[in-house]
């Protein structure tokens, strides 16, 4: 992996993101927004190592993993907005972002379900002989949910060709994850006897690395795979009426955490003055926030087309 594209990449998202913040704060945003600012390091490492025609599957925090699967950003940012010529036409919004050109075969707001959806694509991968894995990203918390249970044990009697990337925050909500969880995530599936690996999610090398080795090992025939990524988010869980104070968290988890950020991270690994690289991603990100502002609104006679497809159609598209 190119490192100096990685972190283009990664910075792309968190200006991306600060500035769907911003919007936010604005009323500009319909419904809840949950920011990835902080976790670049797991959807550019992970999706790196992606092969093209390889499904993603992701939660309500999908922004990073459309951006980081190649979904267009601004086309990305007109649908968090609910705005004409949003990737799924203005009718998803934040939490549901689906992309089928660049393979995000959707995002859910229901804890854990996307590994149960993931799962069928990875049996729809297997029973085709396509050799491919599919991606599903979900949080900790997720993997205590029962579904993600029972997708983890059929998912492993069958050996089905599914990375399961548990992006470890800390955090569930209002809630630390210590709090609420027996067993912490690799202790969980290790318990389920399925092959692990664990990185520093905030390290984009690093979990390039090991997702590079653990989707090889799907893809041949391994069946599935987790990768335990620990990583912290910036800001709050979700911006969605009262937030709860800076100092909700502890400040020196906070700081021990934002110090290690995976933009930092990467930048002193760089030799090369990355002034004018900031400057040019900083501008690109504001002329496609003022664009996606300048979109109207869908035309209401869409609202209906596109949100069912049934059978034969849901087969031949999927493919
Ligand atoms: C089935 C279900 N239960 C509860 C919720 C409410 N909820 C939304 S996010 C969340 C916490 C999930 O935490 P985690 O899986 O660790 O992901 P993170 O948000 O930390 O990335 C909860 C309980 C939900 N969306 N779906």
């Not at 990185?199 to 391994?222: I, K, Q």
Request: charged share 20%; hydrophobic share 45%; proline share 5%.
């Amino acid at each position: 992996m190119d490192l100096l594209s990685a972190y283009r990449a990664m910075l792309g998202i968190r200006l991306f993101e600060e500035g769907v913040l911003r919007l936010a704060e604005q009323g500009l945003v319909p419904g809840a927004t949950h920011p990835y600012t902080g976790q670049e390091a797991v959807a550019v490492g992970v999706l790196a190592a992606r092969r093209p025609q390889e499904w993603v599957v992701s939660f309500y925090r999908c922004h990073g993993h459309a951006l980081a699967a190649g979904s267009p950003p601004e086309r990305v940012l007109r649908e968090i907005l609910g705005r004409d010529g949003g990737l799924c036409g203005g009718k998803s919004g934040s939490m549901h972002l689906a992309d089928r050109a660049n393979r995000l075969l959707g995002s859910t707001s229901i804890v854990a379900a996307q590994l149960p959806i993931a799962a069928g694509a990875a049996m729809s991968a297997k029973l085709d002989g396509t050799g491919q894995a599919v991606i599903v990203f979900c949080g900790d918390g997720a993997l205590g949910a029962g579904g993600a249970y029972e997708t983890l044990t059929i998912a492993a009697a069958q050996r089905l060709p599914l990375l399961v990337v548990c992006e470890d925050n800390g955090w569930q909500d209002r809630t630390a994850s210590a709090l609420v969880r027996h067993l912490a995530p690799t202790e969980l599936v290790r318990g389920l006897r399925l092959p692990y690996v664990e990185v520093d999610g905030n390290d984009v090398e690093a979990v390039h690395g090991a997702a590079t080795a653990a989707l090889a090992a799907c893809r041949d025939g391994g069946g599935v795979g987790v990768l335990v990524a620990h990583t912290y988010l910036r800001h709050f869980h979700s911006q969605l009426g009262p937030r709860p104070p800076a100092e909700y968290r502890p400040a020196a988890e906070r700081e021990r955490w934002l110090a290690r950020d995976p933009l930092t991270v990467a930048a002193d690994r760089i030799t090369a003055d990355l002034t004018a690289l900031r400057a040019e991603v900083a501008a690109e990100t504001d002329a496609l926030i003022r664009r996606a502002l300048d979109a109207g609104e869908p035309d209401p006679a869409t609202a209906t087309t596109g949100v069912t497809v049934t059978g034969d159609a849901l087969i031949g598209a999927a493919r």
